[in-house]
């Protein structure tokens, strides 16, 4: 019983990690967009990524526990993978937000560059993320 129970919150926990960057990307982020323009997004979306950040590391340390259950060394390179774009992610998130200027609300021209990088690096954890459930399903 505590095995398919611990599986059941591991998927739980992944699909709102993982359905939680679809859904901001896809759905809050051009409504947003729309409704307070580009750069107000961008200082909500600097709060929210903090908070789904940590809803990264919560679902790390759960795979974490699955891939030494499992005794499986690809779950165990997922983990690697994902939280070495997850580091990359705190640092480039914290330059990111050294640009901004919170008191006038405003953005440097070369901000959009930089957070091109950041797009990638999260662009990059969605799509290992997929691999997850696939590998939890297939295992005994």
Known sequence: MLLPSWRLLLLLVW???????FF???VVVPIGT???GTVEQGFLTQQVSRMHNGLSILFLLCLLVEAIRLR???????VATLTLNLVLLFVWHSHLTHAMDFEKRS????FYKQHAVYLWLFAAQWVQGMLVPVLVLRAK
């Open 34 to 36: 729309e409704a307070i």
């Open 24 to 26: 901001y990307a896809v």
């Open 72 to 78: 499986s060394v690809v779950v165990g390179v997922i």
């Open 107 to 110: 953005v440097p021209a070369a």
């Open 15 to 21: 699909a709102t990690w993982w359905g939680g960057i």
